[in-house]
């Protein structure tokens, strides 16, 4: 798969989902063991600090990263430059925040602080396409999606970059992770065991072992994202046609359609204390960021704005 081909296949993943080439070079420290040594972060409780990131085109043709309040006040742009940005999950404190960044040849997993200074390449492979990061509950590790064997996997790395590890170690395509509250699982999304590019959503441990199927369907279903009691996990699918967001128990049960058809949904991700889950939806005929209920009552537009407004997260 030539190097175009491969990027277009990581840019077109992470749309859908919220829409991955060198020798692989295993460290001593596994994945498991950084996670017993680690000492956990304090993690803010309740609803959060009342604001959230994003991404959006709204100043330019390039996707920037943005943070706002969640009546709308506030917005402030963290990023720049001819280049996009998208968004991804706050540290467990709410200090720092990882995002894919795409410069011109590949893209990779970068880390700032909640103001936008300090932005660090995390995963600095530039024959490789790296993205759809995610920490660890206690702050120390960080998941991602790598290109870097030839295909999707999911590999996980030292908060600082170092040691990364390919945790799936698997010919499909493997990619998207999220780590369950506990830190001992990871859910992700794969095409293994059906036909390749036809996805779903899967959880290991944190090792690579103990592998199950969580969604069964015949949809495409992307971005995975625990609650916050790990007694659900929200993704998306097309199971019904449209893109809509879904919750469902680890073990496949109590699978719920929270957003039932009303324009494509994708990229859900939960308030830090469980009872919400904000997503992004084309219902307005743009794509705005909306927050609902977790039972998917009570749906509001965050954004209002004109241009496209993406990958959101909720800040600690």
């Known amino acids: 798969m030539s190097s175009v081909v491969s990027r277009t296949v990581l840019l077109c993943g992470f749309a859908l989902m919220l829409s991955a080439c060198a020798p692989n070079l295993a460290p001593a420290t596994t994945p498991s063991s950084m996670q017993a040594l680690a000492q956990p972060a304090a993690t803010a ?43 991804g999950p706050w540290s467990p404190s709410g200090r720092q925040l990882l995002y894919t960044g795409f410069g011109p040849l590949h893209s990779y997993v970068g880390v700032m602080n909640a103001d936008g200074t300090g932005q660090t390449d995390l995963t600095n492979q530039p024959d490789s396409d790296e993205g759809f990061p995610a920490w660890s509950p206690d702050g120390n590790l960080i998941a991602f999606t790598s290109r870097r064997d030839g295909n999707n996997e999911v590999y996980a790395m030292a908060a600082g970059g170092a ?69 659900r996990i929200a993704f998306r699918s097309d199971q019904n046609g449209k893109s809509n967001i879904y919750v469902v128990s680890e073990d496949g049960s109590g699978l719920q359609n929270l957003t039932d058809g009303l324009g494509n949904n994708r990229a ?49």
């Open 45 to 87: 409780a309740g609803g959060g600090s009342g604001q959230l990131v994003f991404s959006s085109n709204r100043d330019g043709d390039y996707s920037q990263i943005y943070l706002m309040a969640l009546d709308g006040s506030g917005v402030r742009r963290l990023t720049q430059g001819d280049s996009s940005y998208f968004a």
């Open 163 to 231: 040691n990364p590890v390919n945790v799936t170690a698997s010919p499909a395509d493997d990619f998207a992770p999220s780590w369950s509250p506990d830190g001992r699982r990871i859910a992700f999304v794969s095409d293994r065991g059906r036909t390749a590019g036809h996805y779903s959503i899967y959880v290991m441990d944190d090792d690579g072992t103990n592998l199950r199927r969580v969604t069964t369907g015949n949809g495409m279903d992307y971005a995975p994202a625990w609650s916050p009691d790990a007694t």
């Open 268 to 316: 859900p991700s939960w308030s830090p204390d469980g009872t919400q889950i904000v997503f992004e939806t084309s219902r307005d005929g743009n794509w705005e960021i909306y927050l609902m209920q977790a039972d998917g009552r009570q749906p509001r537009n965050l954004t209002h704005n004109a241009a496209d407004d993406q990958y959101p997260y909720l800040k600690p």
